[in-house]
């Protein structure tokens, strides 16, 4: 670095060995921001320069106070902060920046925009040369420099000049007629699809939109052909029917179907090793996200839609991983796109899923924990609406189920990234009892001491370990179960070699037996153990647990007193109070002579009653 010294202002925020993206934070980052700015000890020529401030994805209000924060930094002979931004001129911004410099940018693009219409119309309209000057002079004009209108409008006046003989009057009209707001220039755009195309429309609008990956010419027309099946059957077969020799240039066959049905509102753009699919601009993905653009597309079957994009990606993702792995697997983005299609719809896929064969459902030779039932994934995947629609056809389906329901939602918290116990409390309060998974409990324990010898206390803040722990102990966990018998109900070799209960051979272990295992353990039973400063927040993470179990009356078996005074001191250290904890788990002995005196004058008592 040029200005080392600079290292000092931030030093605090970042002082870890190892830091990963969750410690990345945006107050963090503001902050240190903040602290480089307002120093005074390195010289600071800087200028911002911020492109579409009205494409930001948060509150615009935090964007203007953002700036206006800058913008508050006093100039110094040494200092100097600049800011150029540019925007639509929405009322936000206009009304915060009033005071400050500015200029319309479609004043200084005109030349552009005649250029651009040149080089694009001059060989598809047959006009004369003051007809044709006088053409291109009034799309700059109605444009106001906006491009994106530009490219729509001269492609919509090619297309009817190549499929119908237009006179000046017709072709100023047609003009005229096109909207300068792009918002009404798309919805135009829309109605002007045949009303048999308007359900391809919609999907493939709402797969691009929703979809949080780019999709490839392949993915999109897959997607888009899951959009109406209902079952997993229909799904596969419309899948099955694509791969044949017809459909080998799927690039092709978007950017046709693109015009047909999108009326050129999407596109196929270069990547660097495939090509992706797109909407032509974020103005376009702002109005396909528009509560209105379903009524606005659909018409009167808007009423009796209720899926979207978020549900075609399921459809599609779930029967594409069948169909590539053999079995349904519980992957990250088919996850979200489930519990999206929940929340964003209000109804869940529970038809679907149930139509998907039971021997698509659970790996072969499967663990313990893997997923042997549409009910099994919806758990693990943290669909809520799939479990309560389930209950009203079968109110009992809880009760009468042998999955480790409970251990589904902590296994596969990477998948939910959410709280665990919103799931715990309902599969808990609609019938599933502790008994039926004894695991559970255990589940979260390696959680929290995997996290502190592995990952790192950043990656399990979310889940709210004590809490999920805290609702098990209210639906009767007992604080004492142990360990290794209850790993040991399954055979050992269908366990991970990486699991520390899989490995432990020195007899039975309680609970916080395994939360006090220290770093030495960490490395027996291959965990990577992490720097010292990076495991701040997960060693609090593992003392709240340590204080919740034994103030439910939990007690250590094997662990010796060696170690848990370690633990406590290092407790100490980072500034957690242990008084209370160590008198529960480290109480005062008494001496021989203490417990003589105390037994003779127990006896003595019981003589005089």
Same mark, same amino acid.
């Given at each position: 670095s040029e200005h080392p010294?600079? *290292?000092?202002?931030?030093?605090?925020?970042?002082?870890?060995? +190892?830091?990963?993206?969750?410690?990345?934070?945006?107050?963090?980052?503001?902050?240190?921001?903040?602290?480089?700015?307002?120093?005074?000890? =390195?010289?600071?020529?800087?200028?911002?320069?911020?492109?579409?401030?009205?494409?930001?994805?948060?509150?615009?209000?935090?964007?203007?106070?953002?700036?206006?924060?800058?913008?508050?930094?006093?100039?110094?002979?040494?200092?100097?902060?600049?800011?150029?931004?540019?925007?639509r001129p929405w009322d936000i911004f206009v009304n915060a920046f009033q005071d400050c410099g500015g200029f319309r940018i479609h004043d200084f693009t005109k030349e552009d925009v005649m250029n651009y219409c040149l080089g694009s119309i001059s060989q598809e309209i047959p006009l004369d040369a003051i007809e044709f000057q006088n053409l291109i002079l009034n799309i700059v004009t109605r444009s106001r420099g906006v491009f994106i209108w530009v490219k729509l409008v001269v492609q919509d006046l090619g297309r009817a000049m190549r499929t119908t003989t237009m006179s000046k009057e017709q072709m100023e009209r047609l003009l005229e007629s096109y909207p300068t707001e792009l918002g009404s220039f798309y919805a135009e755009i829309i109605n002007r699809i045949p009303r048999v195309y308007k359900w391809k429309t919609y999907a493939m609008l709402e797969i691009l939109v929703r979809s949080r990956d780019p999709l490839t010419p392949e993915d999109l027309i897959r997607a888009v052909e899951c959009s109406r099946c209902n079952t997993y059957k229909d799904s596969r077969d419309s899948l099955d029917r694509l791969y044949g020799p017809h459909t080998e240039d799927f690039s092709d066959l978007v950017s046709q179907e693109s015009r047909r049905y999108c009326g050129g509102l999407i596109e196929v753009v270069s990547g660097s090793s495939t090509l992706y699919i797109q909407v032509l601009h974020q103005t376009v993905e702002d109005f396909v996200s528009d509560p209105e653009f379903k009524q606005t597309v659909l018409g009167d079957q808007a009423r009796i839609t209720v899926e979207n994009g978020n549900t075609f990606l399921t459809k599609y993702d779930l029967t594409d991983d069948i169909r590539r792995d053999g079995f349904l697997t519980v992957s990250y983005l088919t996850t979200f796109y489930t519990r999206a299609a929940e929340q964003t719809s209000g109804r869940s896929i529970k038809d679907f899923l149930n139509s998907i064969p039971n021997s698509f459902l659970g790996r072969p030779l499967a663990l313990r924990?893997?997923?042997?039932?549409?009910?099994?994934?919806?758990?693990?995947?943290?669909?809520?609406?799939?479990?309560?629609?389930?209950?009203?056809?079968?109110?009992?389906?809880?009760?009468?189920?042998?999955?480790?329901?409970?251990?589904?939602?902590?296994?596969?918290?990477?998948?939910?990234?959410?709280?665990?116990?919103?799931?715990?409390?309902?599969?808990?309060?609609?019938?599933?009892?502790?008994?039926?998974?004894?695991?559970?409990?255990?589940?979260?324990?390696e959680t929290i001491w995997s996290a502190t010898y592995h990952f790192g206390g950043s990656a399990i803040r979310s889940l709210n370990i004590h809490s999920a722990a805290e609702n098990l102990f209210n639906h009767g966990q007992?604080?004492? =179960?142990?360990?290794?018998?209850? *790993?040991?109900?399954?055979? +050992?070799?269908?366990?991970?070699?990486?699991?520390?209960?899989?490995?432990?051979?020195?007899?039975?272990?309680?609970?916080?037996?395994?939360?006090?295992?220290?770093?030495?353990?960490?490395?027996?039973?291959?965990?990577?153990?992490?720097?010292?400063?990076?495991?701040?927040? +997960?060693?609090?993470?593992? *003392?709240?647990?340590?204080?919740?179990?034994?103030?439910?009356?939990? =007690?250590?078996?094997?662990?010796?007193?060696?170690?848990?005074?370690?633990?406590?001191?290092?407790?100490?250290?980072?500034?957690?109070?242990?008084?209370?904890?160590?008198?529960?788990?480290?109480?005062?002995?008494? +001496?021989?002579?203490?417990?003589?005196?105390?037994k003779l004058k127990d006896v003595v008592s019981r003589l005089t009653c």
């Open positions: 010294s600079l *290292y000092t202002l931030i030093q605090s925020l970042f002082d870890k060995k +190892s830091l990963t993206s969750e410690d990345w934070t945006l107050p963090t980052l503001r902050k240190a921001l903040y602290n480089i700015l307002w120093q005074d000890k =390195v010289p600071l020529y800087l200028c911002f320069f911020l492109d579409a401030l009205d494409e930001y994805d948060g509150r615009l209000e935090f964007i203007c106070q953002f700036l206006k924060d800058l913008g508050a930094i006093p100039p110094k002979p040494t200092k100097r902060i600049k800011v150029c931004f540019s925007s924990f893997e997923v042997a039932t549409p009910l099994g994934y919806a758990v693990s995947a943290g669909l809520h609406l799939y479990v309560i629609e389930s209950l009203a056809d079968n109110p009992n389906l809880l009760r009468e189920s042998n999955e480790a329901l409970l251990s589904y939602v902590v296994i596969h918290r990477h998948q939910i990234h959410k709280d665990l116990v919103p799931m715990h409390k309902l599969l808990l309060g609609r019938g599933f009892r502790i008994a039926q998974d004894p695991t559970a409990f255990i589940k979260l324990v007992d604080p004492n =179960v142990t360990v290794i018998q209850n *790993y040991y109900e399954v055979p +050992s070799q269908q366990f991970s070699m990486r699991s520390p209960a899989a490995l432990l051979d020195f007899g039975n272990m309680t609970p916080l037996d395994y939360l006090f295992l220290d770093r030495e353990h960490a490395r027996i039973f291959g965990y990577r153990p992490t720097p010292e400063g990076y495991i701040h927040q +997960s060693y609090e993470a593992q *003392y709240n647990l340590i204080c919740l179990i034994s103030a439910r009356g939990g =007690v250590t078996n094997k662990t010796r007193a060696k170690l848990i005074r370690q633990s406590l001191n290092l407790f100490s250290a980072i500034g957690l109070p242990i008084k209370d904890l160590q008198a529960r788990l480290m109480p005062p002995r008494k +001496s021989p002579v203490q417990t003589i005196k105390s």
